[in-house]
């Protein structure tokens, strides 16, 4: 059974530029969330999708986007980069209203010069 | 919106003391508190959970402790080992939606 899987593992950006993260979620999960965790943090909210749409979203401005495909895998794009977003996006995924437990992918960490 | 204060950021203890975690949150109408466990390099992964209606739970070595009217819970690790060397994060959510607000981490070092 795999698990929750991201892509790419690392890369490199400059600022200005554009960014897209993918996610394909644990078997038998219909819900993916993404985070984003700077160094020596915890991780951030930024949105959660649940059938092709944006449930709910934290504090992150509108440069932060995202879509869930009808085979509930997902996409963070990030535009007009800033070295602020230099971090570890995380995704992660559940089943809708079952049991809390968020499963984590090993995450994309993005590096913007 | 919910916010969740860790305590300590760092913990250094020796192979087989105890290590205590501590966390307070915000929202009263928050019911389920994860934990997870981050090692280096690696994805978060939940390790405890506790709801609302519960004021302690265990598992083998790990326990945690929730005071609803206090706002505050805990972890507590007993005989440590080094695998024990992790960054651990609490995290409070509400509804039934888990998406939980994490703490800012705590970096626990067993030392052999």
């Known amino acids: 059974d795999a698990g929750v899987t991201q892509s790419p593992t690392h890369l490199i950006k400059t600022r200005g530029q554009q960014v897209t993260l993918r996610c394909s979620p644990k078997?038998?999960?219909?819900?993916v969330s993404w985070y984003q965790q700077a160094l020596g943090q915890g991780p951030q909210f930024i949105f959660q999708?649940?059938?092709?749409?944006?449930?709910q979203r934290g504090n992150f401005p509108d440069r932060f986007s995202g879509h869930q495909f009808p085979n509930y895998s997902s996409e963070l794009n990030v535009n007009a980069l800033l070295l602020g977003d230099s971090a570890l996006y995380l995704c992660?995924?559940?089943?809708?209203?079952?049991?809390?437990?968020?499963?984590f992918g090993e995450g994309s960490r993005l590096t913007v010069l | 919106g919910e916010n969740v204060e860790q305590h300590p950021s760092t913990l250094s203890v020796q192979e087989g003391d105890s290590a205590v975690i501590k966390c307070t949150y915000s929202?009263?109408?928050?019911?389920?508190f994860p934990w997870y466990k981050q090692e280096l390099g690696k994805r978060p992964q939940l390790i405890i959970d506790?709801?609302?209606?519960?004021g302690e739970k265990k598992d083998q070595r790990i326990a945690v402790t929730l005071n609803k009217t206090a706002k505050h819970f805990s972890l507590h690790i007993t005989e440590t080992q080094p695998e024990d060397s992790a960054v651990y994060f609490c995290?409070?959510?509400?509804?039934?939606?888990?998406?939980?607000?994490f703490g800012r981490g705590t970096s626990l070092i067993v030392h052999p």
């Open positions: 929202d009263s109408a928050s019911n389920y």
């Open positions: 995290a409070a959510s509400k509804g039934g939606s888990y998406i939980p607000t």
């Open positions: 078997s038998g999960h219909d819900t």
């Open positions: 506790i709801r609302s209606n519960v």
């Open positions: 999708y649940y059938e092709e749409e944006e449930r």
């Open positions: 992660a995924s559940n089943s809708q209203g079952l049991t809390g437990e968020l499963f």
